[in-house]
């Protein structure tokens, strides 16, 4: 006679009755712990008294076979036990409801109950709005199949696997729940749809926890395990070395004895993994002076700022940007146009051939070339050069000496939003509306790089200080770091809950610092990958953060019309501060201009610019 053979769900199945038997119950919490955590197992093996045909039926259930107000009316089940549980478990529970929310809505355009799709849309979206504004809005245009073939982001719902990461306990609570009230629709959905990374007994408890959930559900991975790679955060050996000379040719080198053995000490160096190119004898000269001048800047000895006004620019600048050592301002305008200042001219007509002498002119040069507005602005580490990104979706590269064009750049399909310089210059990044970030040289007008990851539009871009890595801040509430010598995205930062509109990078590598338009801060350990800190000082956006060189002290200007000045090492916690500010050590007013910009010289002078708003000083 033939023996019937066994599962391996039916064996484990039988183990665990065993071991729980017995008493064994460190044994059983450990093959527990092995087992898959779906839907389908949990069915089969977890709940041992339920009744066999609820279990079947949960299997085999075909959701074809329910009417099309099924799914709403399961969903407003879950929806207020979700709502009505303990604040321990809600956070985490939640996070399943975005989902469960977006395939029951394309499950029912494509059974084309369209009116009851659009019921079910409308009714629960205010639900999302906090965190999904972005997806809500590109998801309410799928009205009909047509639509759902040609949305991208409903293909990629439809095609990849949500991932939501729930401790043991709350897992089992859902499922027991969908399990006793027999909400098959919702159990088969989890199943086929939903891919649960059960972390330990415990939930993760407040905002950055379920923002964390939120998003590893929206990208459809865990950020945790891209953040296990490895970084090469250290600094670029070239500037240490360059840091060391300028301690050892000043005129206080006994007094720096000890710092210098310091840095000599200090192997947190490195060589970067794409050329670079060398530095002039005058930019190095430049730069070993500034080193020398350099003005130590901490908690107790603030940074003295310098704040540039553009005045009569009857609402056409929208970008705004300082040179390094502050002898240039530019602006970019709605207008097409960019705006640019000299303001060291005599010492500039020394240092470029070509100038018969300094700009007699009391106004801006005026650049023209773009055929849209100017979003973006950046002037090269040796001021030679200004790169704008621009609506009409190109990059220009512009000759400070001529003040001419030199070179177009085309590679985005829509208007670039960003662009940044590498800190030895000759690279620069751009970001853009079509979700894509790319990596350029100056001596190619096609891009090097192009960084795709973002769900989208990507606002703001950042190089790393040793020029190994690009950060980007995007729509979709993350911030990403990518390995320029690959274009592998190696950390994914979750927690913000706005669109994230500037970065920072500390001059050591090791810190990054994202700011978003509801006016949070977030500090970021890019070693371990880890949030440690955040902070939010008021709900106005912070169009731009800026790092002090060799110190912990940072930089945001606000839209508010404030700059404000922070220590990140009370923000994360490492010196005690006793104080509710979370790390904000001033704030300096502006009358009625907002902060486009702030940067720090490398002698440590804070520049913060922006245009002078005479609305807001007619409605204050």
Not at 431 to 450: G, H, K
Request: aromatic share 10%.
């Amino acid at each position: 006679m033939s023996q019937k053979k066994i599962s391996d769900a039916d064996f484990d199945r039988a183990v665990l009755q065993y071991l729980r038997r017995k008493g064994y119950h460190e044994a059983e919490a450990a093959l527990q712990s092995r087992m898959p955590k779906d839907a389908s197992r949990f069915a089969q093996g977890i709940m041992f008294d339920s009744d066999p045909s609820i279990t079947n039926y949960m299997l085999f259930f075909d959701k074809n076979e329910s009417d099309s107000s099924a799914f709403s009316k399961s969903y407003g089940i879950l929806r207020s036990w979700v709502h009505n549980s303990l604040d321990l478990y809600k956070a985490e529970l939640s996070t399943v409801l975005f989902p469960i929310f977006v395939h029951g809505f394309l499950g029912l355009i494509k059974r084309d109950y369209l009116e009851e799709a659009q019921s079910f849309f409308k009714k629960y979206r205010a639900d999302h709005l906090a965190r999904h504004d972005d997806e809500l809005r590109r998801l309410g245009s799928v009205t009909n199949m047509e639509h759902l073939r040609e949305s991208e982001l409903a293909k990629t719902y439809l095609d990849t696997k949500m991932t939501v990461r729930m401790c043991s306990y709350s897992f089992e609570l859902l499922v027991a729940f969908l399990h006793q009230n027999k909400l098959m629709l919702l159990l088969s959905t989890l199943n086929e749809k939903i891919d649960f990374d059960i972390y330990g007994p415990s939930p993760i408890v407040g905002e950055a926890g379920e923002a964390e959930a939120s998003m590893a559900a929206l990208l459809g991975a865990d950020p945790r395990a891209v953040n296990e790679s490895k970084v090469k955060w250290e600094k670029l050996s070239q500037f240490h070395q360059l840091e060391i000379r300028a301690l050892e040719e000043g005129n206080d080198a006994e007094a720096n004895a000890s710092r210098i053995k310091a840095l000599r000490r200090d192997k947190k160096q490195r060589e970067s993994d794409i050329p670079l190119p060398k530095m002039g004898f005058e930019e190095e000269a430049t730069a070993l002076t500034d080193l020398r001048e350099r003005v130590s800047v901490s908690s107790s000895a603030l940074p003295s700022a310098c704040f540039f006004s553009f005045l009569n620019t009857h609402g056409t600048a929208i970008s705004t940007a300082i040179a390094q050592d502050g002898s240039v301002a530019a602006c970019g305008c709605s207008d097409s146009t960019i705006k640019v200042w000299d303001l060291n001219p005599a010492e500039r007509s020394k240092r470029f051939v070509g100038n018969a002498g300094p700009d007699k002119s009391d106004g801006p040069q005026v650049l023209c070339g773009h055929s849209g507005p100017v979003y973006s602005v950046a002037v090269s580490p040796d001021t030679r050069f200004l790169i704008s990104a621009s609506d009409d979706c190109s990059a220009r590269l512009w000759s400070l000496e001529t003040k001419t064009n030199v070179v177009a750049y085309k590679g985005h399909s829509h208007p670039i939003w960003d662009v940044d310089i590498a800190p030895v210059g000759y690279y620069f990044a751009t970001a853009s509306l079509d979700r894509l970030a790319c990596v350029w040289s100056t001596e190619r007008a096609t891009p090097l790089r192009l960084l795709a990851g973002h769900l989208s539009d990507v606002n703001c871009v950042k190089f790393h200080p040793n020029c190994n890595y690009v950060a980007t801040g995007s729509d979709d509430r993350t911030v990403r770091l990518w390995d320029i010598q690959n274009g592998h995205c190696v950390r994914i930062f979750t927690g913000h809950t706005n669109a994230v509109r500037s970065l920072s990078m500390s001059s050591d590598g090791s810190m990054l610092l994202s700011c978003d338009e509801g006016g949070a801060v977030r500090l970021w350990d890019i070693g371990k990958g880890k949030e440690i800190g955040s902070c939010k000082s008021s709900d106005a956006p912070i169009w731009s953060v800026a790092f002090a060189n060799s110190s912990g002290v940072f930089a945001t200007g606000h839209d508010d019309c404030c700059v404000r000045l922070w220590s990140a090492s009370k923000l994360s916690g490492s010196e005690a501060s006793g104080a509710s500010d979370h790390g904000l050590l001033k704030t300096l007013y502006t009358k009625y201009t907002p902060v486009y910009s702030v940067e720090f010289s490398r002698r440590n002078l804070l520049f913060a610019a922006g245009p002078f708003t005479p609305a807001r000083a007619a409605t204050s």
